[in-house]
């Protein structure tokens, strides 16, 4: 079965500090890979994507994410974060094989100190 | 500006009652999709649709129906057979299968 682990339910960061998200998932072919992020009481905002090519993809407010497909894995960075940046992070997988239905990580949610 | 409307923002159900959540966006997307929230589990799939008048259901569709006779719209009906129905649901649509999902705000939904 598909699954997609987030290892840290909680990171306190400080503000300037960097930041690493971890996304690890078990599927047998080539996922399409997503990082979004959640505000309290909000939708989701896609923050970035991983389809194919370039294994270091940029995405939106500075985040940065590596594919690497010996470690089954799609971290997400971030060089230097800001107090906005407070929010819960979710990584989620998709396969072509599964209809390209989306599998979810339970979520990261990080806290940003003064 | 385009996007996913979900109403209403709060809702409560009594018990042995269906209730409707509204799910329209403007983008011109053919997948649409329904998602379950509760803390610390993620999103949970429902149930999507990739075109107008078919859909299927996601990992926990029991006690939810939906609909799609218009491209814009995907309501979620919550039926008395959903024993748990307090979660946060989230409405998303994609340009087409496969291709990035937008997100509504979401409809807090819980038992009075």
């Known amino acids: 079965a598909q699954s997609v682990t987030q290892p840290d339910i909680h990171i306190t960061v400080s503000e300037g500090a960097s930041l690493e998200l971890r996304c690890n998932y078990s599927?047998?072919?080539?996922?399409?890979l997503f990082w979004y992020v959640q505000s309290p009481g909000q939708g989701l905002q896609l923050l970035l994507k991983?389809?194919?090519?370039?294994?270091l993809v940029q995405g939106i407010k500075g985040f940065e994410a590596e594919f690497k497909r010996s470690q089954s894995s799609f971290n997400l960075r971030k060089p230097s974060v800001h107090w906005s940046d407070a929010a819960e992070y979710f990584c989620?997988?998709?396969?072509?094989?599964?209809?390209?239905?989306?599998?979810f990580g339970a979520g990261t949610t990080v806290t940003v100190r003064a | 500006d385009g996007g996913i409307t979900q109403s209403p923002k709060y809702l409560f159900r009594k018990e042995g009652q269906n209730v409707t959540l509204s799910c329209e966006q403007n983008?011109?997307?053919?997948?649409m999709y329904w998602y379950r929230q509760d803390p610390g589990q993620g999103l949970r799939l429902i149930y999507y649709?990739?075109?107008?008048?078919?859909?299927q259901k996601g990992d926990i569709a029991e006690g939810y129906s939906v609909s799609r006779e218009k491209k814009e719209s995907f309501p979620l009906t919550v039926t008395s057979a959903q024993k748990n129905p307090t979660a946060f649901y989230l409405c998303?649509?994609?340009?087409?299968?496969?291709?990035?999902?937008?997100f509504g705000d979401g409809t807090r939904l819980s038992i009075l």
């Open positions: 998303a649509s994609s340009r087409t299968k496969g291709q990035p999902q937008h």
């Open positions: 649709s990739q075109i107008v008048n078919d859909f």
């Open positions: 983008l011109n997307h053919d997948a």
């Open positions: 991983y389809f194919s090519g370039d294994t």
């Open positions: 989620a997988v998709g396969e072509r094989s599964n209809d390209y239905k989306l599998s």
């Open positions: 599927y047998g072919a080539t996922p399409y």
